[in-house]
T-cell receptor, first 112, second 114 residues
Framework: ETGVTQSPTHLIKTRGQQVTLRCSSQ?????VSWYQQALGQGPQFIFQ???????GRGNFPPRFSGLQFPNYSSELNVNALELDDSALYLC???????????FGSGTRLTVV | AQTVTQSQPEMSVQEAETVTLSCTYD???????LFWYKQPPSRQMILVIR??????QNATENRFSVNFQKAAKSFSLKISDSQLGDTAMYFC???????????FGAGTRLTVKP
């Protein structure tokens, strides 16, 4: 079975720009969660999608938005980028979160 | 709100020895799950071990075991016979039953020395 894949692996954007990060979930998983991991910190929950609907959101502003597609892949969109948005963005998929999530290797976003 | 605290930012251990990583959490919930994840330099978070709060028996996975103390809200990870490949960041995580928000601690950087 394939794991969780994220693209791109690295990205550099300018403050004020918009960015889209992509995630393909593990085969058979219908739930995707997105996390932001700042340097030296633990991952922070952004939001989760279950069967194409948002299923919970962390303490992130509305300029962080997402989508989930019928094949359960997902996108994370961030508008009006700020310097503090520089981080590793992790995508995780699951069938039921009780057994833990399967994570991708992340997208390293740098905002300059 | 649930919080997870890992009080050891960095630890080191000699190869083949045993090391214990600490984790405490704060919750008013009675049903929840606890996890330890490993994040090597490749950045991918890998599930090491999982514990269900209603189970009193401590979880074990090969060289990895936990000491789950529910009353004390403590969830430590013991790594036996440490190997060089165990070098990584280790994150403790908490998730309420039937919830989607997995909360992570700040992590412990473990270095296994030859």
């Amino acid at each position: 079975e394939t794991g969780v894949t994220q693209s791109p692996t690295h990205l550099i954007k300018t403050r004020g720009q918009q960015v889209t990060l992509r995630c393909s979930s593990q085969s058979g998983h219908n739930t995707v969660s997105w996390y932001q991991q700042a340097l030296g910190q633990g991952p922070q929950f952004i939001f989760q999608y279950y069967r194409e609907e948002e299923n919970g959101r962390g303490n992130f502003p509305p300029r962080f938005s997402g989508l989930q597609f019928p094949n359960y892949s997902s996108e994370l969109n961030v508008n009006a980028l700020e310097l503090d948005d520089s981080a590793l963005y992790l995508c995780a998929s699951s069938l039921t979160g009780d057994y833990g999530y399967t994570f991708g290797s992340g997208t390293r976003l740098t905002v300059v | 709100a649930q919080t997870v605290t890992q009080s050891q930012p960095e630890m080191s251990v000699q190869e083949a020895e045993t090391v214990t990583l600490s984790c405490t959490y704060d919750t008013s919930e009675s049903n929840y799950y606890l996890f330890w994840y490993k994040q090597p330099p490749s950045r991918q978070m890998i599930l090491v071990i999982r514990q269900e709060a209603y189970k009193q028996q401590n979880a074990t996975e090969n060289r990895f075991s936990v000491n789950f103390q529910k009353a004390a809200k403590s969830f430590s990870l013991k790594i036996s016979d440490s190997q060089l490949g165990d070098t990584a960041m280790y994150f403790c995580a908490f998730m309420k039953y039937n919830n989607n928000d997995m909360r992570f601690g700040a992590g412990t950087r473990l270095t296994v020395k030859p």
